[in-house]
């Protein structure tokens, strides 16, 4: 897979491929099935095998958009511009602006109907 994480920070420093995380996941995976309460292990194993899809599902798309000689951080900005346009022109909140939670007070993004720290429901 070969695909760096790229953070912004100084080019010098070893930044994890996606082959790291992936071993990082089974290390993980080995670890869950010591887990003693079997629902537990299974919620567990559960989140470990969606993140190494995703993980996957990611380094097969980034290949797939770089073969067609296309830059993958290029196309989200432009995605990303396009949704924050959008929301403007239809005079909907952004992400970022849309509130906090009334419960916990972490900050709400938009479309969410639950708080993402505390669980709280919105009416």
Known sequence: MGVAVSSGMDESSSEPTLDEFLRQLQAEMDIADQI???EERNQRQWQ??????EAITFSNRWKHI???GLDPLKIVEAIADEEMASA???NTPSA??????GKCGT???GGLDFCPSC???FD
């Open 48 to 53: 470990i095998e969606a993140a190494m899809q």
């Open 96 to 101: 970022s602006a849309v509130g906090t939670c």
């Open 119 to 121: 669980g709280h429901y």
């Open 66 to 68: 770089t073969k067609l």
């Open 36 to 38: 003693p309460d079997k």
């Open 107 to 109: 900050p709400i993004e």
């Open 88 to 90: 403007r022109r239809n």
